[in-house]
Nanobody, 115 residues
Framework: QVRVVESGGGLVQAGGSLRLSCVAS????????MGWYRQAPGKQRELVAG???????NYADSVKGRFTISRDNAKNTVYLQMNSLKPEDTAVYLC?????????WGQGTQVTVSS
């Protein structure tokens, strides 16, 4: 069993910053890619940023230059530094961890950006 837990969400004004964290624990031999997704009310879940075990990253066009994903493999943790936040970034942010037996998701953390 693999458990994924996100933290760090909250309410912030437009232009502000937040740092999200995601920790994977349990029966993990090694984690391949980890990723951050978000889902706003009435919208489909979308990829925000992903990172491989080797550190290769990819970003949604809407967050390039504002968000940075990083990971600490020793701690099975991935981070999402979000700067210059906009009201349209408001969503539930979910993390996933891809391990050999499958993909596991956290419950999500709410990010709300006020204008």
């Amino acid at each position: 069993q693999v458990r994924v837990v996100e933290s760090g969400g909250g309410l912030v004004q437009a232009g502000g910053s937040l740092r999200l964290s995601c920790v994977a624990s349990g029966s993990i031999f090694s984690i391949n890619a980890m990723g951050w997704y978000r889902q706003a009310p009435g919208k489909q879940r979308e990829l925000v940023a992903g990172i491989t075990s080797g550190g290769k990253t990819n970003y949604a066009d809407s967050v390039k230059g504002r968000f940075t994903i990083s990971r600490d493999n020793a701690k099975n943790t991935v981070y999402l530094q979000m700067n210059s936040l906009k009201p349209e970034d408001t969503a539930v942010y979910l993390c996933n961890a891809n391990v050999i037996v499958g993909t596991f998701w956290g419950q999500g953390t709410q990010v709300t950006v006020s204008s």
